[in-house]
């Protein structure tokens, strides 16, 4: 009996194991599963509109140039040195921001780099502006700003102090700098945050809210009737809210608070 008692514990031990072994191999299918549901979801981002994009792309006073990871936006005429690195939103692509940043830049004679993020998420590369100054040589002062989790994570890298580039400002559409970006004490950087009062992905109530992230001097600022979408130009999203705004006159009062932020306007 002692015998079959101890080929009993064996057997049920193997089977315990072999439950263990299922158990594990289910979990990490499910997992697999999981990350590539995300990496698709992240892989397929909001795109341009091409009208927006076409009418920048043909506007004399601004050259887009496409590069390789990113896109440029330069004036035709008489640059400022002020340079801006602006991060998408959350899985928005950069081309999507040409058309409501090249009225600034007509304006400013600033010079705007939109990088491509990886898995198009400022989430995973937070310090992507470090390298995207290299697109533009001649700049003499750079911000760095962005859109919705764009802005968020580029207030983080700035709170962080990681990096070789000498951050003159941070740029905040429809976004916040939360408490761990370590801003609010900060005397040497230029900010400008930008709401929407019809946004229905950031309330503005929430940007208010943490306006106590930002130092005391940021310049914050609504512009009534214009929603969460519009600070781009990607067509609809979800959650949002309906515009009272068209998307024109959205970006053109973006562009007027904006400009007269940045140095050259």
């Known amino acids: 009996m002692d015998s079959d008692g101890a080929g009993g514990e064996r057997a049920r031990g193997r089977r315990g ?14 997992v697999l599963v999981a990350a590539t549901a995300f990496v698709v979801w992240a892989l397929d981002p909001y795109r341009a509109e091409p009208e927006p994009l076409a009418r920048a792309e043909q506007d004399p006073a601004v050259v887009v140039e496409r590069l390789s990871d990113g896109v440029l936006i330069t004036p035709a005429e008489n640059p400022s040195g ?17 058309a409501s940043w090249a009225p600034v830049v007509a304006r400013t004679g600033a ?24 697109a533009a040589p001649g700049i003499t002062e750079w911000y760095l700003g962005g859109h919705s989790m764009g802005g968020a994570f580029a207030a983080q890298h700035l709170g962080s102090g990681n990096g070789d580039v000498a951050w003159a400002g941070l740029i905040l559409w429809a976004s916040y700098a939360t408490e761990s970006a370590d801003l609010a004490d900060r005397d040497d950087l230029a900010v400008l945050s930008v709401a929407g009062g019809r946004d229905g992905v950031l309330n503005p109530a929430e940007v208010t809210e943490r306006r106590a992230n930002l ?5 914050t600022e609504v512009v009534e009737g214009m929603n969460h979408a519009q600070f781009g ?3 609809e999203q979800s959650g949002d809210a309906e515009p009272e705004l068209t998307d024109d006159q959205a970006h053109e009062a973006l562009a007027d608070v904006t400009a007269d932020f940045l140095p050259g306007s």
């Open 17 to 30: 194991v072999r439950a263990l072994l299922w158990t594990l191999a289910a979990l990490t299918a499910l």
């Open 82 to 98: 002020t340079g801006v690195v602006f991060y998408p939103g959350a899985r928005v692509e950069a081309d999507a921001y040409v």
């Open 111 to 134: 010079t705007v780099v939109v990088p491509d993020l990886r898995l198009n998420l400022a989430l995973v590369d937070s310090a992507r502006g470090e390298s995207a100054v290299d």
């Open 215 to 219: 130092p005391a001097d940021a310049v």
């Open 233 to 235: 130009a990607y067509g």
